[in-house]
């Protein structure tokens, strides 16, 4: 369980980082997992608008009032690793609201909704399918998230579990990252390989030491303000992989054992990153990642 704690964390910094360039020039027109008729049929009193397909890891919403609403799915390598996960993921839940069981949805669901008085008013819910975990919250502006709002979510859960199979999630194969990339950096024999994206991927170990490959696009003016940014980590030049290459490393904030490498070409940037969940021989060392930024520079 506690490797699953700490590969959430190294998620957690990997789609963040993923998050926060990716602000799409236009809406996204269709979620793989719910269609808008059938989210209308399930949440009727709400009209939600799609505003991101997460590269077939979920789907983000917002309604007119402010209400945002996320669909997240998450595809893991086997049952008995999906099982764990999804444990951890109820016990999440469950410290920021009370939880009840929800029939019909899977193999087994949790749902709940935040106290009256939390800060951030919340209703979620969390199934378990097969390999897969579907996860839906919305966050509500202004009002209670109550049962009103907890039935119309579980009923959009029992549509789009049927759909969760839809994931761009893959194991075993990754076209921007290779078993050979690991390394010095993870330990080969228990190494997992996961596609998460149409332009994503992530390796692990046992240890829940990650790399992972985050490719966009992106302009040249917005690489060049990025390499221009002040913030908490240390900035250097990389320009045996071009003018645009930078890297980041002995951040004071998030993980600072971690090093992020940024390049350029044709009009995308990926972004290679290495996380150890603690002191290793690599951490914030640009020198040796560069050499997996360059194969990956390579493909670009």
Not at 77 to 105: H, Q
Not at 124 to 144: H, K, N
Not at 245 to 253: L, N, P
């Amino acid at each position: 369980m506690h490797t699953i704690d700490r590969l959430l964390s190294g998620l957690v910094l990997f789609l963040a980082f993923a998050a926060v360039p990716v602000l799409p020039a236009r809406a996204a027109e269709t979620c793989p997992f719910i269609s808008a008729k059938e989210l209308a049929g399930a949440m009727p009193a709400l009209k939600w608008s799609l505003i991101s397909n997460q590269d077939g890891r979920g789907c983000i919403y917002q309604a007119g009032r402010g209400d945002t609403m996320m669909l997240t799915v998450f595809r893991n390598p086997d049952k008995d690793r999906a099982r764990e996960l999804y444990v951890t993921f109820v016990k999440t839940l469950g410290e920021r609201m009370p939880l009840n069981a929800v029939s019909g949805i899977g193999d087994e669901g949790q749902g709940g909704t935040t106290a009256a008085g939390a800060e951030r008013q919340e209703a979620s819910l969390v199934a378990l399918s097969g390999d897969y975990i579907l996860q839906i919250s919305v966050y509500p502006i202004g009002r209670r998230a109550d049962d009103a709002l907890l039935g119309p979510i579980t009923e959009a859960a029992r549509v789009a579990i049927a759909s969760v199979g839809k994931s761009s999630e893959r194991f075993g194969n990754c076209e921007w990252l290779t078993s050979a990339d690991a390394d010095g950096f993870l330990d080969k024999s228990t190494l997992t390989v996961q596609r998460t994206g149409a332009g994503s991927c992530m390796m692990f170990d046992r240890e829940a030491n990650t790399m992972t490959v985050g490719v966009i696009d992106m302009s040249r003016a917005t690489v060049i303000s990025m390499m221009k940014r002040r913030g908490p980590c240390q900035h250097v030049a990389i320009p045996e992989l071009g003018s645009e290459a930078f890297g980041e490393h002995s951040c004071t904030k998030g993980n600072g054992n971690a090093v992020n490498i940024f390049v350029w070409k044709n009009g995308r940037q990926a972004s290679i990153l290495f996380a150890p969940v603690k002191p290793h021989p690599e951490s914030g060392s640009v020198e040796r990642l560069k050499a997996v930024a360059g194969r990956v520079y390579g493909k670009l």
